[in-house]
């Protein structure tokens, strides 16, 4: 079953190869979806600074009745985040934000190497 399938990383991390994607899902409805996905067998869920809900996962992964340690949770980093100091405190923001001991997965979410070629291009 899908929701059972991981990919196993070089360094022996697992992570499932479904996850819930929470965007476009408020802070408070995200609570009773994300509780409501690990209920049913979801154990990978996907947040973000910007969605503006991480609160709301945190709260529903702390209360959902499944240990921290069989989920995974992956968020990302803002994207006018540039800094290496800007991003531990970034990251760290999420973590309390979340209010979770941990974070499995931090990605950056709109990286953009090339800002200082394309001043005019927002994208």
């Not at 499944?66 to 985040?81: G, M, P, S, Y």
Request: net charge negative.
């Amino acid at each position: 079953m899908i929701l059972e399938e991981k990919y196993t990383l070089s360094n022996g991390a697992e992570i499932p190869k479904l996850g819930l994607g929470t965007w476009f899902i408020s802070d408070t409805d995200v609570v009773p979806a994300v509780k409501e996905a690990v209920k049913i067998g979801y154990r990978h869920i996907d947040t973000a600074q910007a969605y503006q809900n991480e609160r709301g996962v945190g709260e529903a992964i702390r209360t959902c009745g499944v240990k921290r340690e069989a989920l995974f949770v992956t968020t990302k980093l803002a994207a006018e985040v540039k800094s290496y100091q800007a991003a531990v405190a970034s990251i760290e923001q999420s973590r309390q934000t979340m209010g979770l001991d941990y974070i499995d997965m931090m990605i950056i979410h709109s990286p953009k190497p090339w800002t200082a070629f394309h001043k005019d291009d927002p994208y």
